[in-house]
């Protein structure tokens, strides 16, 4: 894995220099290394940029930009069937210099064109120039594990893995786009394809863009959609023939992750998806896998004993890092470099402590991302099947009453309750969602901090709405249930745009190649086709993904809540961060850059203040906005 960086200037206006300032503010990514190739023509310059994190082919032969006749590309991620196609390619007459998937790649191409794409089992962030046909290919990975951004005003288009890159180039304009702050305010990042930038977008996953360098034009193509799979008829086969297609498929997906000439580790918090991809891949090892948890006892998050007694009875190479809860506070102030776009989702914090303290031992770390959209592990998905059709019968007047109750009441007053986890912010979602309980509404609902109605009021000008998959129709709900629009959204939503984008910056801050097994796209292509009851029934989330890990791992020690990287915001922001708060998310501040109505700002912090704890997602979202704003403008 790596940083990838470059331009196409068909003016001709910039140097190799700038091609190496972007590069190297990618150095993190890639601390192995850098390459460019400055291409000059009559008509256009085209910058390809590199840093390298040296995993597979480590000799250099592996080094890139790569050139192989009259192509040349720059690629971040990892093609983990690599040797099969190398093998298919052979026998079509193709020889290869090293063994890396970095030239297989390149003889894919050129064998296939862009349909190459559609054999490679992996995670991905391509460009190809293509002399040939004078073309620029661009294409990311069907569930977006890698990001991919680019950049497209007066004859200039940049590409980068991260948009700090932009900053480097002379002639970036950064203008922010409005409607982009309102939909961070929302969604608690930006969604995709947008960007915080006008002029800037992120390829979509399972899409390309090819650029014809004769006519300045940029077609886009989806070659690959989840939707494609869930409108097919559902299996037929016994839940006893799924849980061995299932696992089958799980054991493909987990041990190419662990193809690499680079030390591997895992992830292991003691939750099922990361017992599940660490019990099949020790059960097919003698050697111990490494594994690695994070706790801070301070703030009450700590899964390490659970996760040790895991590790013990797999018998796993196990390493417990713990951090205090002022390690935890100071690398806050640091998130705005690291997601160079607004971002708010606070588990950051310690998935990157944890990445950090990896790093020491392994360069590459399995995370078992995904379990929860593929096999309805969320506790929203419980609340759609257990309370979705009963909201709907409550009369709307009696549902208006009762948030009008709730917009009395704080959540800091609920007795017993308040002391759940994550409860003041559920308490917020809930009275959103009992406005209107249609499957649509219940969606935008638990994912917004803020409504239409409330940005209209928060914005000191009227914006527009961002088109987003959160409003996709593609979903056949003539045979499809409302927990597989749940599911099929957030696959497109907050696993790309919130979880894949924590993990990618959260790792390759630190040199970390952070790889998904649960995003191997054969399993959501499976598991999309298959009964809800498969995977929710009776109460059970992820029904058979629960029922393959006690084949390995006793129920007593799995039998517990799910805990996740809960991080107690509104406890800081009323004590340690206070004064950090009052320095960003002020009068000043507010009236300066003239995006919020400073009053209604007001009206937040002195409820949250006052005791409306459940207000605390609200301000860290102003807080990290804010942070984000300082630092890149």
């Not at 298919?88 to 190459?116: P, R, V």
């Not at 402590?353 to 995370?367: D, G, K, M, P, Y």
């Not at 809930?430 to 209209?456: A, G, Y």
């Not at 300066?592 to 997602?617: P, R, S, V």
Request: charged share 25%; net charge negative; proline share 4%.
């Amino acid at each position: 894995m790596c940083g990838i960086s470059g331009y196409i200037d068909f003016k001709k206006r910039t140097p190799l220099e700038s091609l190496v300032d972007m590069t190297n503010s990618l150095e993190h990514r890639g601390p192995d290394g850098a390459g460019f190739e400055h291409i000059d023509t009559p008509d256009y310059q085209i910058g390809l940029g590199h840093r390298r994190l040296s995993i597979l082919e480590l000799s250099d032969l592996g080094k890139q930009p790569m050139a192989h006749d009259q192509f040349w590309m720059t690629f971040n991620g990892e093609i983990y069937n690599y040797k099969e196609i190398k093998t298919e390619l052979a026998t079509l007459g193709h020889s290869f210099k090293g063994d890396s998937d970095s030239e297989m790649i390149l003889h894919a191409y050129q064998q296939w064109g862009s349909n190459c794409v559609d054999r490679f089992i992996g995670m991905f962030a391509i460009v190809i120039l293509d002399t040939t046909k004078n073309e620029v290919f661009c294409v990311r990975d069907r569930t977006g594990v890698k990001p991919l951004f680019y950049y497209w005003k007066k004859d200039l288009f940049l590409f980068a893995s991260e948009l700090k890159a932009f900053h480097k180039h002379p002639n970036f304009e950064k203008e922010i786009n409005r409607d982009a702050i309102s939909a961070f305010m929302q969604y608690g990042n930006i969604p995709t394809p947008h960007c915080i930038f006008n002029d800037c977008a992120k390829v979509k996953p399972g899409h390309s863009l090819t650029i014809n360098l004769t006519y300045k034009t940029i077609v886009h193509n989806q070659y690959w959609n989840v939707y494609d799979y869930y409108n097919k008829p559902k299996s037929s086969i016994s839940y006893e023939e799924a849980k061995v297609e299932t696992k089958e498929l799980l054991k493909s997906a987990f041990n190419y992750r662990m193809v690499s000439d680079v030390p591997v580790g895992v992830f292991l918090s003691g939750g099922y998806d990361s017992a599940c991809v660490t019990a099949i891949l020790q059960a097919d090892r003698t050697e111990k896998i490494k594994t690695y948890t994070i706790g801070v006892p301070d703030i009450g998050l700590n899964e390490a004993p659970y996760a040790k007694d895991v590790a013990k009875h797999l018998g796993t190479d196990h390493t417990e890092f713990e951090c205090t809860e002022k390690e935890a506070i100071e690398l806050i102030e640091d998130l705005p470099f690291y997601f160079d776009e607004p971002f708010a989702d606070s588990s950051a914090i310690p998935t990157t402590i944890v990445s950090r303290l990896a790093r020491q031992e392994v360069t590459v770390a399995l995370s078992a991302d995904g379990g929860d959209e593929i096999y309805a592990g969320y506790n929203r998905y419980d609340y759609l099947a257990r309370y979705g059709k009963k909201l709907n019968r409550i009369p709307g007047i009696v549902r208006h009453s009762m948030v009008g109750a709730m917009n009395v009441i704080p959540s800091e007053r609920i007795p017993i309750l308040k002391n759940k986890y994550n409860f003041h912010n559920r308490y917020e979602k809930l009275k959103n969602v009992l406005k209107n309980p249609s499957n649509k509404d219940i969606m935008l609902s638990l994912s917004q901090q803020f409504t239409d109605h409330q940005m209209e009021k928060l914005m000191t000008e009227k914006n527009g709405s961002l088109e987003t998959s959160y409003l996709s129709t593609e979903l056949n709900m003539d045979i499809n249930s409302p927990l597989a629009y749940m599911m099929a959204v957030d696959y497109q939503t907050y696993l790309v745009d919130d979880i894949m984008q924590k993990m990618d910056r959260a790792a390759m801050t630190h040199g970390l190649e952070g790889r998904e097994p649960f995003l191997d796209h054969r399993i959501i292509e499976h598991a999309a086709q298959l009964p809800d009851h498969f995977k929710y029934h009776e109460g059970a989330k992820k029904r058979i993904l629960r029922d393959i890990v006690h084949e390995y791992i006793p129920l007593e020690l799995m039998d517990r809540p799910k805990m996740g990287f809960a991080i107690p915001i509104a406890d800081w922001m009323l004590s340690n961060l206070k004064d950090l708060v009052h320095s960003y998310v002020n009068e000043k501040n507010i009236r300066e850059q003239g995006f919020f109505d400073w009053k209604e700002i007001e009206k937040l912090m002195n409820a949250f203040y006052g005791g409306k704890k459940e207000y605390d997602m609200k301000i860290w979202y102003l807080l990290m906005f804010q942070m984000w704003y300082s630092k890149w403008m």
